[in-house]
């Protein structure tokens, strides 16, 4: 009996441990995102207010009510036996993460920041078909670079 409430308190402790970090990963995201904007308003010489800190705080909290949804979907994954991990919340996260990342981006793009350019190019690299594809166009980078 002691050997099969190891076994779950363990299984418990790693869907926990994961969980935790998906919200650690949900805050800096959230508080990345309000950095760039931050800097994009400062760069196009917006002012700046007390309210980036509010609204980041609502999303913090909104993306925990999703993730808490996720979560939820995973307890009932319990039932089955192939189920160990918290792959609901995972996705959740990983669906933020990827909207946080997307504003970062755009928030790049209003401060006109060249890292912006490195997505965009990043996504021509990956879309070429064949290696050569990929060399002409980092090529051409290179050249335009000069």
Request: hydrophobic fraction near 50%.
């Amino acid at each position: 009996m002691e050997k099969y409430v190891g076994f779950i308190t363990q299984d418990l402790r790693a869907g926990v441990a994961i969980i935790f970090t998906c919200l650690v990963l949900i805050v800096a995201a959230c508080l990345l995102d309000m950095w760039t904007g931050i800097d994009a308003a400062r760069a196009n010489k917006e002012k700046i207010c007390s309210r980036p800190l509010r609204k980041t705080g609502t999303k913090i909290v909104d993306y925990y009510r999703l993730v808490v949804f996720f979560v939820l979907i995973d307890i009932l994954g319990l039932c089955f036996p192939w189920y160990n991990l918290p792959y609901g919340a995972v996705i959740g996260t990983a669906g933020v993460l990827f909207v946080e990342g997307f504003s970062v981006v755009e928030n790049m793009r209003k401060k006109k920041s060249h890292a912006a350019d490195v997505a965009d190019m990043a996504a021509k690299i990956v879309e070429c078909l064949t290696p050569e594809e990929a060399q002409k166009l980092i090529k051409k980078i290179k050249e335009d670079k000069k």
